[in-house]
């Protein structure tokens, strides 16, 4: 402990240390029922970093290159002492980093946590949000088997509609007119380098406006508390609530164990261009719901192709959803109504359509 | 005749105008042929008309089309049409016009074939080109709806060879087409629709159809399975065959029923093909058993390996690469069904052996990959004893210290 008192004395005598980490001491956190939704973002926060220990573990054998790929993958799996782990890990919280994304995005909607000052914290969040979904779609090709070249085939298509820049999109995405080896190389330059850089930014930025808003109170809970100030709670961040964010991490981390050792993720086979595309080829789950409401767009919509409409509607959907906060005004009831309704018919919407999209045929 | 040749040859391109059809259309069978039955027809689409084989002027109307002056030939009688068809099919300069890699020699191996020496004979009842071609609606063998067509030979040939009234006076068999109907090739070519699959055609020739003849047969059968003949070739039964005047593979194998073959075939049971002719615990029994019980071992040791590395996939255990030699071993023990032919022993066994060097290098690779998978599920469970015991510790200290918080 003494070790730990001088290195601390060491620290503060040239970087003020104590005046530096004074905000983190006196941050604290309310404390009501519905507090346990505060986990998701440290969750998801959590997951990251084992996204990026993980991810940097892999690129010690990965070869990003049409004909070496799918054999590295391999080669980790087989031969690389708990490589089989950590690949696995990667995959599964790749997966659960979405989940708790989607979750974090809907619990920070349904209790109005978006509401003034924090209207930046929301957009921020939607971006981070977004380029999840990137990592996504940017990693799940990396394997180069049949199964990621044929989704990132049909998904780099699908980019293809956006009007005007449209087929620009899908070039600088696929690095030429088909999917290739240069595609290969392109994915996993974003997926190592830009995503990474901008994620990191844009996490620095939200915890910022996160811990110069502080956590928001839930509409209701904060009017009983006006109504009472006596019933108001609160906990402080260091060490209580960071503590109890740690038995989350921990659990999370069970979790991936558990999903990496029963259920390894699996490799397929490797992808071959000129074969046939396999039947039922599908994205990723967090992709489902576009992928089905595409398909059920007829294919003319008054003389506009469907696609391309189905497109630009999943386009505005997205800009209306980073700018929700704004569209919240001035009218005390109707407001939060409006946007509470929008949330459940887009969570409603999400689940059915990725339901859907599995059990159709 | 000088003028239906001529006509024939000379003016076939241009003969476009065919009334023969606005009457003949009209009537019944047999004397019918409708402008859809014609227009299929191979020669229809090449642009030969009705007066092509049966003279006439097709330009002119009613009955003077038939007119004997214009070459009118009437109905050709069966004991004209080898020779008729002959004579454009069986001219090189011709058909090079219409079809230049067509063969030119039907007629001539029909003269080699038991259909045409009985022909020659006076036999009309034999085939003769209309009867397995057809007439009228005469279609390419490609097209799959010509009776030549692959998939279309057997029954073609069934026609007469399945009657066991027409047949009457032939003294051969009428079951070919029963037996063949149960055969591994009947079902390669209908079930699988392999076209390359045997037909009758393809070990008794087409134009030439003729039993393969004891001598024969083996060469008829390597054709296709090549392995098998060099195989046989250096077997004691080969020379055991010829001297016995048995037909080689067709002993075991039969002729046109012949049958998936089994491991059972080497065995004693009723299945079993060797001992009809060998006897118990005589050499030949001895190395039948040695060779069968390689066989079984290496069968059931790619099953015992198959079932081990199926157990570690489903788990999600990465065994590709033992799947892979699994197909190894597959192709040993096929090369080694193969290398029975041989009769050998010591040849059997060197690939029996190399397919189950492979089996078990896969059974110890699904094994280890099963012991993995008890290793990652123990390491598992420690883990999560692990974190269990570390959320329950925070758990306390986060509540002593919030009750001692509390308290000051």
């Known amino acids: 402990m003494r070790l730990v008192s001088k290195v601390r004395g060491w620290l503060d005598e040239r970087f003020g240390w104590a005046e530096l980490i004074a905000p983190l001491r006196e941050k604290s956190v309310p404390v009501h029922k519905l507090s346990y939704w505060y986990f998701l973002g440290g969750i998801t926060l959590f997951l990251f970093g084992i996204q990026v220990f993980t991810g940097i573990l892999l690129l010690l054998y990965y070869r990003p290159s049409a004909n070496e790929a799918f054999e590295s993958v391999q080669y980790i799996m087989t031969r690389v002492r708990f490589g089989w782990l950590v690949r696995s890990i990667h995959s599964w919280a790749a997966n659960l980093m979405i989940l708790t994304a ?8 349904f209790l109005r946590a978006y509401r003034k000052p924090r209207e930046l914290t929301w957009v921020s969040g939607m971006i981070l949000l977004f380029l999840v979904l990137g990592f996504g779609f940017s990693g799940y090709l990396l394997p180069w088997n049949t199964l990621a070249f044929f989704a990132t085939k049909v998904g780099t298509e699908i980019t293809a509609q956006v009007p005007l820049v449209g087929h620009e999109l899908m070039i600088l995405l696929r690095g030429g007119e088909e999917v290739t080896g240069a595609t290969l190389t392109r994915f996993f330059g974003f997926h190592v380098a830009l995503l990474p850089g901008l ?25 009983q508390w006006k109504a009472d100030p006596s019933k108001a709670r609160e906990m402080k961040f260091f060490p209580n609530f960071l503590l109890r964010e740690m038995m989350a991490w921990y659990i999370a981390l069970g979790v991936l164990g558990a999903l990496a050792a029963i ?25 489902m719901f576009m992928f089905q409401t595409l398909k059920f767009i007829p294919s003319k919509i008054w003389r506009v192709d469907g696609e391309v409409l189905g497109i630009l509607v999943f386009g505005l959907a997205g800009v209306v959803w980073v700018l929700l906060p704004f569209f919240e005004g001035k009218r005390e009831k109707r407001g939060p109504r409006m946007l509470l309704g929008a949330g459940v018919f887009a969570l409603c919407y999400i689940v059915a359509m990725t339901v859907y999209g599995y059990v159709a045929k | 005749m000088a003028l239906v040749i001529c006509v024939f040859t000379g003016t076939s391109h241009a003969q ?79 058909m090079r016009q219409y079809n230049p890699g067509l063969r030119t020699d039907q007629l001539s191996q029909y003269q080699t074939s038991v259909h045409g020496k009985l022909f020659a004979k006076g036999d009309t009842k034999v085939a ?13 063998p490609s097209d799959a709806a010509s009776r030549v067509h692959p998939l279309n030979v057997a029954k073609t040939c069934a026609r007469c060879h399945a009657d066991a009234s027409y047949m009457k006076g032939y003294s051969i068999p009428t079951d070919q087409f029963a037996k063949y109907s149960t055969s591994v090739h009947h079902e390669a070519m209908v079930v699988r629709g392999d076209l390359s699959a045997p037909t009758c055609t393809t070990c008794h020739g087409n134009h030439g159809a003729a039993p393969p003849g004891v001598d024969s047969v083996r060469n008829v059968c390597s054709n296709c399975h090549v392995f098998q003949a060099q195989m046989y070739e ?4 080969k020379a055991a065959f010829q001297s016995a005047g048995l037909p080689g593979c067709v002993v075991c194998h039969s002729n046109h029923g012949v049958t998936h073959p089994t491991d059972a075939r080497l065995g004693t049971g009723s299945q079993a093909i060797c001992m009809q002719c060998h006897t118990p615990g005589d050499e030949c029994d001895k190395a039948r058993a040695e060779m069968l019980a390689g066989l079984t071992n290496l069968s059931e040791a790619i099953k015992g390996a198959d079932q081990v590395v199926g157990v570690a996939e489903s788990s999600g255990m990465e065994v590709s690469e033992a799947r892979l030699q699994q197909d190894q071993a597959r192709d040993s023990l096929t090369k080694a069904r193969v290398t029975i032919h041989s009769f050998q022993r010591a040849l059997v066994d060197q690939d029996i052996q190399a397919g189950l060097k492979i089996a078990a290098q896969d059974l110890q690779a699904g094994r280890d990959a099963l012991a993995e998978r008890e290793y990652r599920r123990r390491g598992l469970g420690y883990a999560l004893v692990f974190i269990l015991l570390t959320v329950v510790g925070l758990f306390l200290y986060i509540r002593q210290n919030e009750r001692e918080s509390a308290k000051s």
């Open chain 1, 263 to 287: 259920a390894p993720w699996e490799l397929g086979t490797k992808a071959d261009p000129f074969g046939a595309a396999p039947a039922g080829i599908r994205p990723e789950w967090y992709f």
């Open chain 2, 16 to 94: 476009t105008a065919n009334t023969c059809l606005d009457c003949h259309g009209a009537l019944d069978p047999p004397l019918q042929v409708t402008e859809a039955q014609f227009s299929q027809d191979i020669h229809s689409q090449k642009g030969l008309t009705c007066a092509s084989c049966h003279g006439g002027d097709p330009t002119k109307a009613d009955m003077d089309a038939m007119n004997k002056s214009a070459g009118f030939r009437g109905k050709i009688e069966r004991s004209q049409v080898p020779a008729l068809c002959g004579r454009c099919h069986s001219d090189g300069t011709f």
């Open chain 1, 199 to 223: 994620t990191t930014l844009m996490i620095l930025l939200h915890l910022a406006l996160v811990q110069r808003f502080g956590m928001s109170v839930p509409p209701r809970v904060e009017a």
């Open chain 1, 102 to 109: 989607f979750a974090h995005m809907f619990s920070v909607l």
């Open chain 2, 234 to 237: 250096k077997s004691t039964h």
């Open chain 2, 128 to 140: 003769v080109c209309t009867d397995c071609h057809g007439v009228h609606d005469l279609r390419a």
